[in-house]
């Protein structure tokens, strides 16, 4: 089946660094690609959709100069949280959309904890 | 605007009874509705979805679910909940418009207890 990478699946940065996360479609090409956060005991809140060979588009409240998305291909999306601090640690997961399946055929990343100290 | 409501934080059930997990939604147009499942620090895992003909939708790992249009609701049901069931489960909805944007709700732990 279709199978979505998310590395790395933790990380622990500096505050004031930047990380990226990678997320690539291992067998298939993904057009669309999302970007959620969840916070701890909460729900998955849409950060952005990614779209391959253009900007992405930011959900309202989302810093798009704070969480850069590249979407330079049709098997990678990248999110790179700049200048990072402490409040944005936090569970980041990417989905894809995965073609020919019809309505929600949405594969998800195994999600990366990113822990800003 | 789309929304998506799971009134329970958590579900507790004993190993071997039914199970549960509601949901209800709202959106403008047809609704295209999810549940997933996550594991802790894992990702989301489909378990199941709706999107036209039959009401009782049948899924992954014995799951099923119910669509009731009248009462704008999708509850997850298992017949005989199994301890590895534990988890955390996600209702998410889409509607018909064409757009990609799925809405999840909170979430619900459910706890299997042996």
């Known amino acids: 089946g279709a199978v979505v990478s998310q590395h790395p699946s933790r990380v622990i940065c500096k505050s004031g660094t930047s990380v990226k996360i990678e997320c690539r479609s291992l067998?298939?090409?993904?057009?669309?690609m999302f970007w959620y956060r969840q916070f701890p005991k909460q729900s998955l809140m849409l950060m952005a959709t990614s779209n391959e060979g253009s900007k992405a588009t930011y959900e309202q409240g989302v810093e798009k100069d704070k969480f850069l998305i590249n979407h330079a291909s049709l098997t990678l999306s990248t999110l790179t949280v700049t200048s990072a601090h402490p409040e944005d640690s936090s569970f980041y997961i990417c989905?894809?959309?995965?073609?020919?399946?019809?309505?929600?055929?949405?594969?998800f990343g195994s999600g990366t904890r990113l822990t800003v100290v | 605007a789309q929304s998506v409501a799971q009134p329970e934080d958590q579900v507790n059930v004993a190993e071997g009874n039914p199970l549960t997990v509601k949901c209800t939604y709202s959106v403008s147009g047809n609704p295209y509705l999810f549940w997933y499942v996550q594991y802790p620090n894992r990702g989301l895992q489909f378990l199941l979805k709706?999107?036209?003909?039959?009401?009782l939708v049948k899924g992954s790992y014995g799951f099923e679910a119910e669509f009731n249009k009248s009462q704008t609701s999708f509850h997850l049901k298992k017949p005989s909940a199994l301890v590895s069931d534990s988890a955390l489960y996600f209702c998410?909805?889409?509607?018909?418009?064409?757009?990609?944007?799925?809405?999840f709700g909170a979430g619900t732990r459910l706890f299997v207890k042996a």
């Open positions: 989905s894809a959309v995965v073609p020919g399946q019809g309505i929600g055929g949405y594969t």
């Open positions: 709706y999107i036209t003909g039959d009401n």
């Open positions: 067998d298939f090409q993904a057009t669309t």
């Open positions: 998410a909805v889409r509607d018909d418009t064409g757009g990609f944007k799925t809405i």
